[in-house]
């Protein structure tokens, strides 16, 4: 899948008069323009500028904007492709900015959460971590969970689960359908050792 790169989208123009197609010579020319964009996954975000060409409808030439004459080019420039057709074009850019400003702000709330929960413990919590990197479990999808079993004066004590996935969701909505899964072994932390871990990204959530 393209994460990024360059986009074409062509809108459509007018009818060109007085023009003879160089292929056939017929005067059936219709206008048209590329706009040229930097996409991130597939969405337009930057406008790139415009490149006005035309398609004969009697022999199926296509003319670009080269060879066409330089009066003509800026003329289409002016007619095709107003701003409104552009700032249409790139509606998108504002959907990946409110995307990008609610993810943030799930992130931060999902962490002030988590924050509270390692301050205040209570028996079964689950931290869905990093499991893969906190443990350098080398054959592991990257999630897991560790479930708080007891705490004692600064240590938390916590059972590791054995069931591991690539989406951070499915690891939470496995735990909280079984008690099983879990190593025999049992791992403790310190309070300000599971705030580092959460501050460097490796405890992704704490579900109560
Ligand atoms: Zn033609």
Not at 89 to 95: A, D, N, Y
Not at 126 to 151: M, P, Q, T, W
Request: with cysteine.
């Amino acid at each position: 899948m393209l994460v990024y790169g360059t986009q074409y989208k062509s809108i459509p123009g007018d009818y060109v008069e007085n023009y003879s197609c160089p292929n056939c010579g017929q005067q059936q020319c219709h206008s048209y323009a590329h706009l040229k964009s930097f996409a991130f996954y597939k969405i337009p975000t930057i406008y790139l500028g415009k490149k006005v060409n035309l398609a004969c409808q009697h022999c199926q030439k296509h003319i670009e904007q080269k060879d066409l004459p330089k009066e003509l080019t800026n003329k289409l420039k002016k007619s095709i492709g107003s701003t409104f057709n552009i700032v249409k074009q790139f509606t998108g850019i504002f959907v990946f900015a409110a995307f990008i400003v609610f993810a943030l702000f799930m992130g931060e709330k999902s962490k002030e959460t988590a924050t509270q929960y390692i301050n205040a413990p209570e028996i079964n919590d689950l931290y869905i971590v990093n499991i893969r990197d906190i443990y350098n479990f080398e054959e592991s999808a990257r999630y897991g969970a560790l479930k708080l079993i007891e705490v004692e004066a600064d240590n938390y004590v916590f059972k590791i689960g054995s069931w591991t996935s690539r989406k951070a969701t499915k690891v939470e909505r496995h735990y909280k359908k079984t008690t099983q899964d879990f190593l025999p072994n049992t791992d403790t932390y310190t309070k300000e050792e599971l705030l580092t871990l959460l501050n460097t990204g490796l405890i992704r959530s704490i579900e109560r």
